[in-house]
């Protein structure tokens, strides 16, 4: 049973568009929400995050948007640049239960950005 | 050291045999976690240590696999008469607090392990 579901596995974006990444979630008790970029043989990497008392935040091309009502989120990303290409995930936390700090992930998004 | 050390970065093992995998955190560190990625599948959570408190296990698969740690610093993950299922990149990770309670938990990865059972 996903509680973090990322439905699309792939997207191909053009240099300078926007990317839309979506996530959708389950547990309405997660407190935050996290974005990580994965390269190929690397680690993945934190990106942003978002605290579920918020609807928006932006880090200067990256802003996540909170839709709580639909336990929704999504990555924006403008304008995309062909070094954005990668994998990213979607997090969630809940500050409840046993498991405190333990980040549940979605399985990821492929990005492409054609130049 | 700066960042999350993972070893060995490959392994190759036959069917039966047991391993270890070994993560260095981040100093100062006080919660490490395990993950893996199958091929094609998102990021799997094995097991979560947090100071001194008892391990959250709850994502093991099987009983073949356990993990230990010494204090707040190096962990072992051992994974006992191997299968081809358990290929697989490991991923270790660590966080200051381990908590979400203070913010968000971000967790700052290692390059992983890649695992390949024959």
């Known amino acids: 049973d996903q509680q973090v579901k990322q439905n699309s596995p792939s997207l191909s974006v053009q240099e300078g568009r926007i990317s839309i990444l979506n996530c959708d979630y389950t547990?309405?008790?997660?407190?935050?929400f996290l974005w990580y970029k994965k390269y190929p043989a690397e680690g993945p990497t934190f990106l942003i995050s978002i605290s579920s008392i918020k609807d928006k935040n932006e880090d200067g091309r990256f802003t996540v948007f909170l839709n709580k009502s639909a336990k929704h989120l999504s990555l924006h990303i403008v304008p995309s640049q062909p070094g954005d290409s990668a994998v990213y995930f979607c997090a969630a936390s809940s500050n409840y239960g046993g498991s405190q700090g333990n980040l549940i992930f979605g399985k990821g998004t492929k990005l492409s950005v054609k130049p | 050291g700066a960042g999350v050390s993972q070893s060995p970065s490959n392994k190759v093992t036959e069917k039966g045999k047991d391993v270890e995998l070994r993560c260095d955190p981040i100093s100062g560190h006080t919660a490490l976690y395990w993950y893996r990625q199958r091929l094609g599948q998102g990021l799997e959570f094995l097991i979560y240590?947090?100071?001194?408190?008892?391990?959250?296990k709850s994502g093991l698969p099987s009983d073949r696999f356990s993990a230990e740690r010494t204090g707040e610093s190096v962990s072992t993950l051992t994974i006992q008469r191997t299968q081809q299922e358990d290929s697989a990149v490991y991923l270790c990770?660590?966080?200051?607090?381990?908590?979400?309670?203070?913010?968000?938990?971000?967790?700052?990865f290692g390059a992983g392990s890649r695992l390949t059972v024959l």
């Open positions: 240590f947090q100071g001194n408190s008892a391990p959250d």
């Open positions: 990770a660590s966080s200051p607090l381990g908590t979400a309670r203070y913010g968000a938990n971000v967790l700052t």
């Open positions: 547990n309405s008790m997660f407190d935050y």
